[in-house]
Structures are given as C-alpha cells and as structure tokens.
C-alpha cells in the first residue's frame, strides 16, 4: 500500500511542477538549466521538474504614466511635464533576457527623454506643438527599447504646468492681442465705411436729384419715430442763386 501512495504522490509532485496554464495574452520564456529554450504559449505548457523555469510575460498594451518632471525650456521657462507611454512586448525572449526590469527600464528612460526633448523647444512651440513633440518622444523611446523587444506606440504629453507669474503674462498677452484684433477690425470698418461714402458722394455730384431722394427718405425716417420733432422740408433749390452771390461777391 505504501509504494502506491508514494507513487501518486510523485504523480501530484509532477503535475504540480510540470503543468503550467498560460492565458491568451501570455507567454512563456522557458529556461532549461538555465539557458532559454525558447517562448511558449498561450495554453498548456509542460515543464520538466526542477530543470525546467518559467518566465511570464505579458504581450498586452501596457500604458506607463511617466512622474511630472522639472525642465527648463529653451526660452529659459521653468515648467513641470508629465506624460503617458503605450508600449507592448513583441518578442518576450529579448525583454526577459536583454533588460533586467524592462518595465522599470522605460519608465526612467522616458522621464530622462522628456527632459532632454522638451528643454530643446521653446514654450509657445512646448504648449502648440504638442504632437511634434509627441513624435520626437516616440521615436526617441522606440529606437532605445528596440534591442529590448519591446514596441512604444504611442507618447502623450498629458499636462504641462505653467508657474502663476507666466500664466498672468500669458493672459495678458491674450488680452492685448484680442484688442489688436478689434481695432484692426474696427479700421477695416471704417476703411471701407469711408470708401462707401466716397462713392456715393461721386454718385450724388453726377446727379444732383440723387441727394433730394435721400433728404425725403431721411425725412420719412424721421417722422416714423414717436417724437414731437416738426421738420419743414424746404428745397435745396432756392438756396442756390443766393449761394452763387455770395460765391460772386467773394
């Protein structure tokens, strides 16, 4: 009885040790003695006991916050960055092998890269350029983490704090710069206000009945309005050979 039950015992021992279960986004870098063998999964995976360990690795997008840094721009302002990386495992061997803690790994080469990057841009180009220095981060992080195995997708720049005094000067620059734009608009206006006027004034000395019309149109203006105004119309007509004497006597 008791050769029986040492062997169900080694039984269980095996399959404990041996039988290894890995999801769909998993996989397996075995060891063999402590040399790789090769990457395995997803599914059932069979290990030899005691030679054989196992590694895990996730092959899921993975999004890392990178800690907001201190960087000093190129126009000598100082701001606080912070940003988002989406990275995955492509090939899980190089990324248990070729880095220690890859996780780890990216997550002090992004904060370095970000301070390198964004104290090469200016603050205006900093705050409107934001996906030039999206590109410039990702390319960066991808061709470091290549030899690791592993492939940065996307980096964001989430939020950049600016200090009060520059958040202050900013908002006046944006007030001053909206009073331009309405005296532009307001000169434009009276431009072409002006230009109008010049035009009908030409109108009006080539035809000389052109500017009764628009005194009878001002009068009837005028009496629409609820008022106790009286207007006598009187014709320009008869003013005119006492004009021409005084024109005379000059």
Known sequence: ???????????????????????????????????????????????????DKMVKVSMRLVAMDVDPQDVITLDNVSVKVNAVIYFRVIEPIKAIVEVENYGYAISQLAQTTLRSVCGQAELDELLSAREKINAQLQE??????DPWGIKVATVELKHID???????????????????RAKVINAEGEFQAADRLAAAAEIIDAHPTAIQL????????????NN???????????????????????
């Open 162 to 180: 600016l200090p009060q005094e520059m958040q202050r000067a900013m908002a006046k620059q944006a007030e001053a710069e909206r009073e331009r």
């Open 140 to 145: 960066i992080l991808d061709t470091h983490t």
């Open 214 to 225: 628009r005194y009878l149109q001002t009068m009837r203006e005028m009496s629409a309005e």
């Open 1 to 51: 009885m008791i050769p029986y039950i040492g062997v169900v015992v080694l039984v269980v021992f095996f399959l404990a040790t041996a039988l290894r279960i890995l999801n769909e986004y998993e996989r397996g870098v075995i060891f063999r003695l402590g040399r790789v063998i090769q990457a395995k999964g997803p599914g059932l995976i069979i290990l030899i006991p005691i030679v």
């Open 228 to 250: 106790t105004t009286t207007v006598f119309p009187l014709p320009i007509d008869l003013f005119r050979p006492f004009l021409k004497g005084l024109r005379k006597d000059e």
